[in-house]
């Protein structure tokens, strides 16, 4: 009864690393990820594809800035900004004696911010609705 707790706590875990809205398939070695090892490389995996995806979405953020204001200087001033934010609203799961399981809630917290900003990034290189 243990053991089938533990595996279903490590599926809903995986499900939730890479979420229903994911823009990409886990890789097929996540979908039956068991240990606490392998859910750590998933979900780093996930926020890299989350990440290339946010680059993409930036530079056509950037490129709907420059017509907008003949330059990407606000823009770029406004990444540098949410990059720290990211950076610091992730490290407080960064827990003193924080276990195995640390590395999956810091990649889930930055997953989950850096999904968000490629959604606004999208929306400004799309004219905001315009």
Known sequence: MQARIGTLTLAVMALHVFGA???E???A??????????LNICSYKAYQNA??????AYKAAVSEATSL???PD???DAQRAWITYRDKACEVYNYPDGGSIQPLLINECMLKITKDRTHDLKTFAAGLGN
């Open 29 to 38: 070695e996540c979908l039956n990820a068991q240990t606490q090892t392998d």
């Open 69 to 71: 204001w003949g330059s």
């Open 51 to 56: 990440d290339k995806a946010l680059n993409e």
């Open 21 to 23: 809205q994911a823009q």
């Open 25 to 27: 398939a886990p890789p």
């Open 74 to 76: 606000k823009l770029r």
